[in-house]
Each structure stands twice: as structure tokens, then as C-alpha cells.
């Protein structure tokens, strides 16, 4: 199939060169543009072939994740040409989908069954959710067949709770969470891609319950329509006051619309305080002073509900959890409803005698985050001092030094060099100082400085990947003012990715990132460096093509902490989407040299994608 596809091109090619002439002659403006339409349709024709082959291919895939992935991608690409052929597409995909997801609940339940019989704690975690990722390409494309998929989704997603509810009744516990609902997922997505009418269709039944993904959909939501999304959490305010079972978490999750934007904070019985943060640090909301007042007003009633006795004692809060809340928004109370406020602190008070001196007295950010503005608080060297001289062990004051190093270096802080390099224990003081450092690249890069991002890259205690990454994002703030610094960074970076091992994954993806970042400044050798890209994805086993996430993590005995940066030039889709452009021919030419399915496939889509969209544009 694929020869007979490279003959095509062949032939389109030798329809697009013109016939050699020893007389030189100037073509008429409307023969010139008729010639450019012709070859145009001819690419655009090509393109619907590759991926209407692709889409054949992938019917034979033995992965079934990669199989329902690229024939629902397919079915997008194909949309605009072909809608009869996209809708059969999306429906192989959503089959081929069912399947990765009922072996998911499969095991699922195995696990379920083995923690039971283990007498352990039963721990539920979302299954697969490869439906949805469908669903979010059918949604934008077919509003009544993505309403068909969405109802079997929900059908299935009962079962699952059904599941969840028997457990519990089997363990006389609380019901464990799932995971959010797929229904707010696949809206915020949406959302995401700006698409508001199609993500309200899909959300505004699943907003009556206080949960992360409601709120975090919420706040997404009034970035785009302040009004509609202020509406819907007045209406969600009145659902949650005629809720028996809400509780100070409920308060406090209510709290992150109106206070924290994509930060969620949520204590434990324990008076520990869990954060989920979507995003850095947000300024709060220009919330209208009724909605705010409305929301004090719910949060009052519940926290000033009293506590069940401790045996009897069903909420998610405990009664040290809901001290700490009220200990978090009294300030807010205090501020904004000071008739309420005192009647809260005395509330507080009350609970006092539950909860230990070491909670009520000790050092807890997850009560001032986002509430006390960074200049309210003391001196950071100073709380850190108290800490240590509580510190009776050489661990601990390790510990604390690699805290305060991760806070003041994500604040930019120069003293946090020399916290870390305090830290007794070799191996935590290296551990620590590769987590600051990419914080420091990663801050670097935000602020566009160049300079900087480059020192690190060279200097910095980074794994390569990161040190290609830092080089390639200093390449690209100054490809345009600056070019031949910018390809002294990419050398910087193409070096460093020669030394990742061949079969390592990561050297296929950093080669990628020069390839996409030489496209622009050096077109020669983009081509040249995307060879070595076929042969490093060939040479690693779980290299897929579409991998455009770089992280760091760091453990310690007081925290666990990770960092996440998009990184879309490690993907095939960026480059190859460019080179199309340039060379048709050439770019399906090296896409078919992938052995790996899911490498081969990524760049077919993407050399696709690439034609039919800059056909649609001319």
C-alpha cells in the first residue's frame, strides 16, 4: 500500500516540476495560479491517502490503546474531506477504546478483591479513561454521535460506582472517590481548546457536587465568561447548603473558586492539609462582592454546625480538619463579614481542646497559601531558624533546609543556593540541588532570559534531557533577534543529546527538539538531524513520537515534590508538521522508515494534518 502511495507522489512530483526549456519564459499571473492550485489539490490529495492508509493499518495494530488512538485521530484529520468516513473511524476507535477500558475495570476489581482479602486499606484509582480521549474529538466534531458515546460512558461509570459503593458497604467505610467525573475531564478539555457552547453541554449537569474538577472547571470557565461561571457556582453554593453530608471540606473546596484559583486545599482528620495545584501561583478573582458574600454565608452554616461525637464522626474533615479550615478563612471572615467572624472564632475555640498544641502552634502553609499575601509573613530565614533549633537530629535539619530551598528558589531567592548547600547527607544535597536547579531553568525561561536558562544548561546539576531542554528554550527566545546565537545553543544541544544512550527514548525525543528548533534557522540540517531521529526512535524500544512532558521530582522525609513543563518540540508532531511544508516527498519518505507503529503513525498525522490544514487556510 505504501509503495503505491510513494508512486503517487512520484508522480505528483514530476506534474509539479516544469519542463525543461532552453528559453526562458514568463508565465501569465492566472497560468501561475492555476499551476500552484493544481499542485496544491495533488498535495492535499497525497495527504488523504497517507492517512486514509494509515487509518487501514491501524485496524491490525496488536496495541489496542495505539490502535483506538490513531483511527480517532485519523477520523479528526479527515473530517473536513471525508465526514462518512471520519464517523466509521471514530466508531472502530471508540470500540477498539471499550476494550483497553473494560480490562482496566477487569483488574480493577481483581485489585479490589486482593486488598480485601488482605484485610489492608482499599485504595480505588481511576481506571483508563481512553473513551474519553476519544470522545474529546468526537465532541468537536459530531455533537450527536459524541452524545451516543457520552450516554454509554455514563451507563458504565454507574457500574463503576455501583462497584466503589459495595466495597465500602463491605468494609463499613466511606465510599472511595474514582477519580473525577470523565464528564468534567472531557468539558475542561474542551474549554481548553476554547470551545465553551460544547464544554457547558458536557459539564453543566455534572456541576452540582464540590470537587476538584468542578471548581477547577469553574475557575477555567470564568476566564472565558466571568458571568455564566459565577452563576453556576451561585447555583452550586445552593445544592451544597441543602446538602446534609457537606463539611468543612466541602467549605474549603468552595474557597478555591472565590479565593485560590486552580489551588484546592483539603485537610485530613488528622489536621494534615493536602494541596492540588493545576497551575503556579494565581491572583485571587475579581469576584463580585454578592457572590462573595453568598459564599461566606453557606461556609458559615456549615462550620458552625456542630461536631458529631468522635465515634459517630462520618465527615472528611474530623474535627481537627474543620479547626484547621475555619483557622485558614477566618482572616477572609474577618475581612469581608465581620458580624460572622466572631462567632466563627469562637467555634475555633471550641474545637481547640481536639486538636494538639504542635497543630495549633506549628508551621502549616496549607493554611496561609493563597490567603496571607508573601509580605505578611515572617521573614522565611527566620520561621526556618525556629525550626531548626527544634531540630535534634541532623536528618531533620536536612530536611528543613531542602524545604526552604525548594520554596525560596521557586520565589527566585539567591539565598537558596546556600541552604542547599547545608545539607549534611550527600546524596539528599544532589537530589536537591537537581530539583532547584531546573526550578531555576524553568524560572529562567518564563522571564525570557536567555542568559540565564543557557548558564544553567551549561552548569547546572540537570539530566540531559533537561539540559536540552534549558538549551532549546534559550534557542527559541533568541532564534529571531539573535540567530547565529540561537544555533550556537542548538549545538550546545545537539552535543548533549549525542550522549544519551541510543537506547534510551530521551535521545530520539532531544534530537527531535533540534530538529524543530532548526526548521526555522537552518532547514539543511533539520532535515539532516531528523535521520538521526529515525534511527535513535528505531534503536528505542518506548520511544512514541508524542512524549512532550519534562519533569523533576524530588523526595524527602517532610515532602514530595514534582515539577511538570510542556516540552511540545520533543514531540514528531512539531517537526514534522513543519517540514511537510518544505518537502512532502521527503518527510513521508522518512515516516515510513520508523519501524515503531506509534512513532510511524504520529508523523503520517502530522504530515497530514499539516497539508489538509494549509490547504484549508489558502
Request: with cysteine; hydrophobic share 40%.
Amino acid at each position: 500500500m505504501f509503495r503505491r502511495l510513494l508512486v503517487l507522489l512520484f508522480v505528483v512530483c514530476l506534474a509539479a516540476t516544469p519542463t525543461a526549456s532552453f528559453q526562458k519564459k514568463t508565465k501569465p499571473a492566472k497560468e501561475k495560479a492555476e499551476e500552484i492550485d493544481a499542485e496544491a489539490e495533488q498535495q492535499r490529495t497525497v495527504a488523504i491517502s497517507l492517512v486514509t492508509t494509515l487509518a487501514d493499518e491501524a485496524r491490525s495494530f496488536k496495541d489496542l490503546t495505539r490502535r483506538a488512538r490513531v483511527q480517532a485521530r485519523a477520523a479528526d484529520v479527515l473530517w473536513d474531506t471525508d465526514p462518512e468516513r471520519a464517523r466509521e473511524l471514530f466508531r472502530r476507535a471508540w470500540e477498539a477504546a471499550e476494550n483497553v477500558d473494560d480490562e482496566a475495570a477487569r483488574q480493577r476489581s481483581e485489585e479490589i478483591k486482593r486488598m480485601e482479602a488482605g484485610g489492608g486499606p482499599v485504595v480505588l484509582r481511576g481506571g483508563a479513561d481512553l473513551r474519553s480521549e476519544v470522545l474529546r474529538l468526537v465532541a468537536k466534531r459530531d455533537y450527536k454521535l459524541s452524545g451516543e458515546f457520552l450516554k454509554a460512558l455514563d451507563e458504565d461509570n454507574a457500574k463503576s460506582n455501583e462497584e466503589a459503593a459495595a466495597a465500602a458497604r463491605r468494609r463499613g467505610g466511606p465510599m472511595d472517590q474514582l477519580g473525577a467525573s470523565k464528564r468534567l475531564q472531557l468539558a475542561r478539555r474542551l474549554l481548553d481548546d476554547g470551545d465553551v457552547e460544547r464544554a457547558m453541554t458536557f459539564a453543566r449537569e455534572s456541576l452540582d457536587k464540590v470537587n476538584l474538577d468542578t471548581i477547577f472547571f469553574l475557575s477555567a470557565l470564568r476566564e472565558k465568561d466571568a458571568a455564566l461561571a459565577d452563576k453556576l457556582f451561585e447555583i452550586l453554593l445552593g445544592h451544597v447548603s441543602r446538602d446534609p453530608l457537606a463539611d468543612a471540606n466541602t467549605v474549603s473546596g468552595l474557597s478555591s473558586y472565590v479565593l485560590t484559583p486552580f489551588l484546592y486545599i483539603v485537610f485530613e482528620p488528622s489536621g494534615g492539609g493536602n494541596q492540588n495545584r493545576s497551575r503556579g501561583p494565581q491572583p485571587p478573582p475579581d469576584i463580585h462582592p454578592a457572590v462573595r458574600s453568598q459564599f461566606l454565608k453557606v461556609a458559615f452554616q456549615i462550620l458552625m454546625q456542630p461536631s458529631p461525637p468522635a465515634d459517630q464522626d462520618r465527615t472528611t474533615s474530623g474535627v481537627r480538619g474543620k479547626y484547621m479550615v475555619i483557622k485558614r478563612l477566618l482572616p477572609i471572615f474577618e475581612q469581608h463579614a465581620p458580624d460572622l467572624a466572631p462567632s466563627l472564632r469562637t467555634q475555633m475555640t471550641a474545637l481547640a481542646s481536639y486538636v494538639p498544641q504542635n497543630l495549633q502552634q506549628g508551621e502549616n502553609r496549607a493554611l496561609t497559601v493563597g490567603i496571607a499575601p508573601e509580605d505578611a509573613e515572617s521573614d522565611p530565614y527566620q520561621r526556618m531558624q525556629e525550626r531548626l533549633d527544634k531540630a535534634t537530629r541532623s536528618e531533620d535539619r536536612d530536611a528543613i533546609y531542602a524545604d526552604y530551598a525548594v520554596s525560596l528558589t521557586g520565589k527566585g531567592d539567591s539565598r537558596a543556593r546556600d541552604l542547599v548547600d547545608k545539607i549534611e547527607n550527600s546524596e539528599l544535597r544532589k537530589s536537591v540541588k537537581a530539583y532547584t536547579d531546573f526550578q531555576l531553568v524553568q524560572l529562567a525561561v518564563r522571564k525570557k532570559d536567555a542568559a540565564e536558562a543557557a548558564r544553567l544548561a551549561k552548569d547546572g546539576e540537570l539530566t540531559s534531557i533537561q539540559r536540552v531542554w534549558a538549551y532549546t528554550s534559550a534557542a527559541k527566545l533568541v532564534a529571531t533577534s539573535e540567530r547565529s546565537r540561537a544555533l550556537d545553543l542548538l549545538n550546545e544541544a545537539l552535543a548533549e543529546s549525542r550522549r544519551i544512550s541510543n537506547s534510551d527514548p530521551d535521545r530520539a525525543r532531544a534530537l527531535t527538539a533540534v530538529a524543530a528548533n532548526l526548521a526555522d534557522l537552518d532547514l539543511v540540517r533539520a532535515w539532516e538531524i531528523l535521520g538521526e531521529v529515525v534511527k535513535a526512535a528505531n534503536a528505542a524500544e518506548g520511544f512514541t513520537g508524542e512524549d512532550s512532558r519534562i519533569s523533576s521530582r524530588l523526595q524527602t522525609p517532610m515532602m514530595v515534590v514534582m515539577t511538570n513543563s510542556t516540552a511540545e518540540d520533543f514531540d514528531l508532531l512539531a517537526v514534522f508538521n513543519h517540514l511537510a511544508r518544505a518537502d512532502l516527498l521527503r518527510a513521508v519518505q522518512l515516516a515510513k522508515t520508523f519501524t515503531g507503529e506509534a512513532p510511524r503513525a504520529v508523523a503520517t498525522l502530522a504530515i497530514s494534518r499539516s497539508i489538509l490544514e494549509k490547504r484549508k487556510q489558502g
